[in-house]
C-alpha cells in the first residue's frame, strides 16, 4: 500500500500510484463479477444540452461499498484525508450502501467517455471529489485519461497503469478517450458533502 506523497499534490488533485497489487485488482473485480446488485440506469448519464449521452461504455456494474470495503477503506481514508485536510472541502464518510461504479471499455465498441463533468441530483448534496482506479487486468491502448484542471488539457499518463489510484474536483472537464484495442477496467466512487455555499 502507497503511503501520501505530498509531491502528488495539486489543489485540484491527487495521484496514488501502485496502489493496488495484481492479486488485489483481481479480486475486486472478481468481487464486482459475482456480488454487483445492477447495472447502471440509463438516466444516471451524463448527457448532453439537447439530452443526449456523453458516454459509451458497454458495460458499468454497480456494487455496494459494504461488498469492496476491505479492498477500498485504506484508499478512502487517504482520500477522505486529502480532500479535508490539504484542499479543505466538508465531505461525508463512506458508508455500507453507497454505489461504487465498475466500468469496462471494450475496443470492441470503441468504448469512451467525451467530456463532462461529475455532480449530484441530490438537492442538499454535491459531488466534490471523483476518486478512480485502474483495475484492468489485460494490456489495452487509447482509454488514455484527459481533463481540464486550468487554462489546457491535460493527460493523466500515470491512471494508465492499473493499480493507480486518481483523485480530481468533480467539477472539473475530463474524459477517456476511445479503447483502441482490448479492454480498460476502471472503478469510480464519487466522494460527497454538504452543498457548497
Avoid at 11 to 32: Q, R, T
Avoid at 59 to 75: A, F, G, I
Avoid at 108 to 135: M, V
Wanted: hydrophobic fraction near 30%.
Amino acid at each position: 500500500m502507497s503511503e501520501l506523497d505530498p509531491s502528488s499534490w495539486k489543489w485540484f488533485s491527487y495521484v496514488w500510484e501502485d496502489f493496488y497489487s495484481e492479486l488485489d485488482i483481481k479480486a475486486i473485480n472478481d468481487i464486482v463479477k459475482s456480488e454487483h446488485y445492477d447495472t447502471e440506469p440509463e438516466g444516471f448519464s451524463a448527457r448532453y444540452n439537447d439530452g443526449s449521452i456523453v458516454k459509451n461504455i458497454s458495460d458499468v456494474k454497480m456494487t455496494s461499498y459494504s461488498k469492496l470495503k476491505n479492498y477500498l477503506e485504506p484508499l478512502m481514508t487517504y482520500a477522505l484525508y486529502v480532500g479535508r485536510f490539504d484542499i479543505g472541502y466538508d465531505l461525508y464518510d463512506a458508508y455500507p450502501n453507497q454505489d461504487i461504479f465498475h466500468n469496462v471499455y471494450n475496443s470492441d465498441s470503441k468504448d469512451s467517455y467525451n467530456w463532462h463533468i461529475d455532480g449530484s441530483s441530490q438537492p442538499t448534496t454535491d459531488c466534490k471529489f471523483t476518486l478512480l482506479i485502474n483495475l484492468s487486468e489485460q494490456d489495452y491502448t487509447g482509454g488514455e485519461f484527459k481533463y481540464f484542471p486550468q487554462s489546457e488539457e491535460e493527460c493523466i499518463d500515470k491512471l494508465n497503469k492499473p493499480g493507480t489510484a486518481f483523485m480530481f474536483k468533480s467539477n472539473i472537464l475530463h474524459k477517456v478517450e476511445p479503447v483502441t484495442s482490448g479492454v480498460r477496467k476502471s472503478m469510480s466512487i464519487f466522494l460527497h458533502g454538504p452543498r457548497f455555499r
